[in-house]
């Protein structure tokens, strides 16, 4: 068992209860929590429903990166509602146009040592500055805020040990892109990565947090470097010198399990479609044509990375092949570009700039056409996110981009032919206190006819009548359960967003997957996903449980279920079981029934088996065996039909 760790020290310190066995539950306390507007809204929504009056926490923000396109109402509805209610609670608020809520936190607030949640998956971003920084559903962050420990499996860590230094153009995104080409995005639930060795004091604090920002595509809880001089300097540059804590690993601390990363040996690389797993060399791309280029999001959106790009940009001018689009990832990062001349440089090359904030990453935007190749700095490229059906999405670093965006196609930044700029670090970033605002007690909390209330689940029954309404595979992600982009705006408005739900499933002349979820609840049914391995990965969306909730889904049975979206699940009620058998996945198809007598009484069997039984179209009948990963405080939650009922 790991001794002696980052991972160890902060949750010693700010240990509430549970086991310490790797795996058992253990309950953290929350120094800090952020949110986004697109799970925001539900979140306050939520923690009004829990009763609220303020805030517990040290510092929480909501910020208002994702839903900004304001076509219709909605979305300005849901930023006025955002800021009043925030007002109201004690919550530092964030407007649209400050910049993506993870490069913000980091440039604000973000504190080494501390602990932060939000209900966001790329909350990890943190770990770059030596905070334990999770990703959780809003309900969860609610939770959080209400001064309530914050639950995790007490993690195994993983030790990844950087040895040497980065070579010109190479970059942070090569390391976090060699290490999924290792652990993939599977099987890595339950873990922490550590960063050590000789190469972390070579990486500044931004690169570290592409590091641990993209970590979160591995699956794991979440990744953390130590916080050293180069910590200290980042919060020099930020005005913050005096919120520096050293924090490193003991000299003989243990890791579980030990990847050793050779900076020196790394070469530029992309994850292919459509997985941030499925990792190649630039050069075996080389030659590739491309259409469009997107830099920026919360992996790569921070001043170095854009800087890169500025200067190789300098007096160059782009393919005539590509279009660039470039988002800077906050405020701050865009005036120093403005200022420094930088902004006129990607302007003079050809680059679109876009406004600050998530915008094309989260599919809001910059669709690319049919048939063709999008290169992006941004994190994920799961099928279908960037708004286009059967999208070829590749994921790479700022220097690559560029070197894509130069040429028209994939083009190792080595072979460039000039030498790879390096950005003098700035001594003081520009600092927009003035744009964040604070709580103001007693504030009239603003709802527009667009913010609904959170729904409840019922109870659940003694007798589970269920029956299948979809048959899914491998590696299914929230964004294939609930998709973003032109649908985000309808996160404050269950009944609509329930619509569709699975909808990259749905075909012609079909009924829908919400038609039949629905119709399945209505003939007095409990609705049945099955899904296989890897399911829920993503996106910390907590619309993935709440619609599929709405429409009368019960059971979710798969081979493995994602951390966050299975906690998403308990919290509104859902069953998240896994096949104890996995060649029962086999045997079960869409429209059968699996019932399952006294399941209350069975997920209090020790053993965490839970029988039921599959009844096929010609009535045979077989049973199986589940099993479930469930705390004694889930099976409450569960059982009382999630969380808000209790
Ligand atoms: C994403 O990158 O998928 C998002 C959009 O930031 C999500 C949150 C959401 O769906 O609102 C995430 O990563 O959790
Ligand atoms: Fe926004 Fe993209 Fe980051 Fe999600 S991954 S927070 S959509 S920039």
């Known amino acids: 068992m790991a001794r002696g760790t ?103 607030f973000g504190r080494p040592g501390k602990t932060l949640i939000g209900s966001d998956s790329h909350t990890p971003t943190g770990g770059g500055i030596g905070m334990m920084a999770i990703g959780a559903g809003g309900l969860d962050v609610a939770m959080a805020m209400a001064g309530r420990p914050f639950f995790i499996p007490y993690p195994k860590v993983i030790g990844v040990k950087l040895t040497g230094a980065l070579r010109p153009w190479c970059a942070a995104k090569d390391v976090i892109l060699k290490l999924l080409s290792i652990l993939t995005t599977k099987g890595n639930v339950g873990s922490i990565v550590e960063y050590f060795g000789d190469g972390v004091e070579t990486l500044g604090v931004p690169q570290r947090s592409t590091i641990t920002n993209m970590g979160a595509e591995l699956g794991v809880t979440t990744s953390i ?258 998709p973003a982009g032109v649908h985000l705006k309808l996160r404050s408005n269950i009944p609509a967003y329930s619509k569709v739900v699975f909808e990259c499933f749905n075909q012609p002349g079909v009924p829908t997957f919400a038609e039949r979820a629905a119709a399945v609840r209505d003939s007095g049914k409990a609705g049945v996903i099955i899904g296989r391995d890897s399911y829920g990965q993503g996106s910390s969306r907590e619309h993935a449980a709440i619609c599929p909730m709405y429409l009368g889904i019960k059971v979710v049975a798969a081979l493995a279920i994602e951390r966050i979206h299975r906690a998403n699940l308990v919290n509104f009620g859902i069953l998240p079981l896994v096949f104890a058998n996995p060649a029962d996945y086999d045997a079960i198809d869409e429209n059968d029934s699996l019932e399952f007598k006294d399941i209350r009484a069975q997920l209090d069997d020790p053993d965490r088996r839970v029988a039921g039984v599959l009844v096929k179209a010609d009535g045979s009948r077989k049973e199986i065996s589940f099993t479930h990963a469930l705390s004694p405080d889930d099976i409450v939650t569960v059982k009382a039909g999630g969380r808000l009922n209790r």
């Not at 209860?17 to 929590?33: L, M």
């Open 225 to 482: 470097f130590p916080s050293d001089a180069t910590t200290r300097r980042w919060l020099v540059q930020q005005g913050r010198a005096d919120e520096f804590v050293e924090l490193l690993p003991d000299a003989d601390a243990e890791y579980d399990r030990v990847i050793e990363i050779e900076l020196d040996k790394l070469v530029p690389m992309a994850a292919c479609p459509s997985s941030p797993d499925n990792i190649k060399t630039v050069a075996e791309l080389e030659g590739v044509k491309v259409d469009q280029v997107l830099i920026g999001s919360c992996t790569n959106g921070g001043y170095r990375d854009l800087a890169v790009v500025a200067m190789a940009l300098r007096g160059r001018k782009i393919s005539p092949d590509v279009t660039l689009g470039i988002a800077p990832g906050s405020r701050t990062v865009l005036e120093m570009l403005a200022s420094n001349g930088m902004l006129a440089d990607m302007i003079s090359a050809g680059a679109r700039i876009l406004e600050v904030g998530c915008g094309a990453c989260i599919g809001q935007g910059q669709s690319p056409a049919d048939d063709t190749v999008t290169v992006r700095t941004f994190n994920r490229n799961f099928a279908g996110r960037s708004g286009t059906k059967g999208d070829q999405s590749y994921l790479v670093s700022p220097e690559t981009a560029v070197a894509v965006a130069l040429t028209g196609k994939f083009t190792d930044p080595r072979n460039l032919g000039f030498d790879a700029p390096v950005p003098a670090e700035p001594e003081r970033f520009i600092r927009e206190d003035a744009l964040l605002q604070q709580p103001v007690a007693g504030t009239e909390i603003v709802r527009k006819r667009t913010i609904g209330e959170p729904p409840r689940n019922s109870a659940l029954p003694e007798k589970l009548d269920g029956k299948v309404v979809i048959k899914v595979g491998d590696k299914i992600t929230t964004d294939h359960i609930m």
């Open 6 to 108: 980052i991972t160890q020290k902060i949750i010693d310190a700010h240990y509430v209860s549970g086991g310490r066995q790797p795996g058992e539950p253990v309950g953290i306390h929350i120094d800090q929590t952020l949110t986004q507007d697109a799970t925001g809204t539900m979140a306050y929504l939520e923690l009004e429903a829990i009763g609220v009056e303020k805030v517990a926490t040290e510092l929480s923000v909501s910020y208002v990166d994702h839903n900004m396109m304001q076509n219709g109402p909605e979305n300005r509805n849901d930023h006025l509602y955002l800021r009043s209610v925030a007002a109201n609670k004690g919550v530092v608020f964030s407007p649209p146009g400050n910049g993506i809520c993870h490069q913000l936190h980091l440039e604000r």
